[in-house]
Structures are given as structure tokens and as C-alpha cells.
């Protein structure tokens, strides 16, 4: 069963776009994680978010952790080829160790 | 970052035949250690998490007869699959995680991940 549902599945846009990707739970967080991954190769973590209402920048992204701690968005501004990849967000449940992963957003990005 | 790697990158084997995959933590003690599997377009999905000298905790519907896991040290864990069939083929992807007040404590730590391919 996936607890966190990620919209939208996939995106194609072009250089320059700007586009935001959401993660959406009934369950409640004590973190939620943002990987990208490109194809062949394992997840690259790029933030973590805690606290409820948190937003974190990374140079163009943006991340936003819900106030309820049930949501997450990834804002992207001026998209660029390289940011092409598959986006997951991945959550932890209380203390427990493991994370579920959302369902994925594939990103393509063209010139 | 914490460093994860991951032996072999790809493998290819005959049906039922068994192929071990090592997940390695290579710059961190790693307590905890978690083996995914990702079918194609997919997310990644948990088959097992392992704790250094205790027996693997297994996903509900993932056979631990065919997915034996060995994490017999701090840096290396084991993904054993026994008696291959061409639908075990797939990407296994192995993540790390430090102790308390360790480095890579907070965060799971991916390997580049072992695409597997069963004829």
C-alpha cells in the first residue's frame, strides 16, 4: 500500500519552465525526504524537512513541508536539462527507521 | 555525504541459479541497512531491513527463503537471491544508516544500485 501519493506522475517542459511537484499523505511524519534519481543509478538525497510549515531552498528548488505534517511540495524554478530524473519524496512514520516512498514524479526537461 | 556502494552493478544469471549482491557503507558504520527492489518506471519499494547482528525484518508478501539478507558486520550487508526466476529480475537498490550521533545517523544513504537480469 503507498501511503504518499506524488502528483504528477510525469512532466515534460521545457527549458526555462517553472513547475511544482506534490507529495500527499493521510499519515502524519516526524520527517519526509526528497530523492532524485536518474536512470541505472540510486536516489540522491537532496533535502529534509521536519518541522511543519518548513520550507528549505536549494539553490533553484524549493521545498515546502505542510503544516500538518501530511504534505510536501518541490517547487522548481527555471527549469533545466539537468534536473531531468525521477523525483520521490520518502517519509518516516514516528521513530520507525525505514521510509516509504511516494509513488515518483518523472521529470523531462528539453531544450 | 555518507558513501554507499554496491557489488555488482549488474548481473546476469541463469534460472535457479542463486546471485549474492553486496551493499558496503564505506565512510560510516552503518546499524541499519534496507534492501529495495524497483521495477521499471516504478518507485522503490522495501523488501527488508536489517540491523548488524540480528535477523533481517521482512516487508509483508517478501519470501525470506528467497531473500536471505546477511548483515554480519557494521559496513556490508548481503542480498542472497535463491533459486532465480526470470520475474526476479529487477534493480536492487541497498541504503545505509548510521547509529545515534554517527555520521549518516539521520539519513538513509543509497547504493548505486545491482540491475539484475535472470534468463
Known amino acids: 500500500t503507498q501511503l504518499l501519493e506524488q502528483s504528477p506522475q510525469f512532466l515534460s517542459i521545457q527549458e526555462g519552465e517553472n513547475l511544482t511537484v506534490y507529495c500527499n499523505s493521510s499519515?502524519?511524519?516526524?520527517?519526509l525526504q526528497w530523492y532524485r534519481q536518474e536512470p541505472g543509478e540510486g536516489p540522491v538525497l537532496l533535502v529534509t524537512?521536519?518541522?511543519?510549515?518548513e520550507v528549505k531552498k536549494l539553490k533553484r528548488l524549493t521545498f515546502q513541508f505542510g503544516d500538518a505534517r501530511k504534505d510536501s511540495s518541490l517547487h522548481i524554478t527555471a527549469a533545466q536539462p539537468g534536473d531531468t530524473g525521477l523525483y520521490l519524496c520518502?517519509?518516516?512514520?514516528?521513530?520507525?527507521?525505514?521510509?516509504?516512498f511516494g509513488t515518483g514524479t518523472r521529470l523531462q526537461v528539453t531544450l | 555525504g555518507a558513501v554507499v556502494s554496491q557489488h555488482p552493478s549488474r548481473v546476469i544469471c541463469k534460472s535457479g541459479t542463486s546471485v549474492k549482491i553486496e551493499c558496503r557503507s564505506l565512510?560510516?558504520?552503518?546499524?541499519?541497512m534496507f534492501w529495495y527492489r524497483q521495477f521499471p518506471k516504478q518507485s522503490l519499494m522495501l523488501m527488508a531491513t536489517?540491523?548488524?547482528?540480528?535477523?533481517?525484518?521482512?516487508e509483508q508478501g517478501v519470501e525470506k527463503d528467497k531473500f536471505l539478507i546477511n548483515h554480519a558486520s557494521l559496513t556490508l550487508s548481503t542480498l542472497t537471491v535463491t533459486s532465480a526466476h526470470p520475474e526476479d529480475s529487477s534493480f536492487y537498490i541497498c541504503?545505509?544508516?548510521?547509529?545515534?550521533?554517527?555520521?549518516?545517523?539521520?539519513?538513509?544513504?543509497f547504493g548505486p544500485g545491482t540491475r539484475l537480469t535472470v534468463t
Open positions: 565512510d560510516f558504520q552503518a546499524t541499519t
Open positions: 499519515s502524519v511524519f516526524s520527517s
Open positions: 520518502a517519509g518516516r512514520v514516528g521513530t520507525a527507521s525505514k521510509l516509504t
Open positions: 524537512v521536519v518541522t511543519g510549515g
Open positions: 541504503s545505509a544508516r548510521g547509529g545515534p550521533g554517527t555520521k549518516g545517523s539521520y539519513e538513509q544513504y
Open positions: 536489517s540491523n548488524e547482528g540480528s535477523k533481517a525484518t521482512y
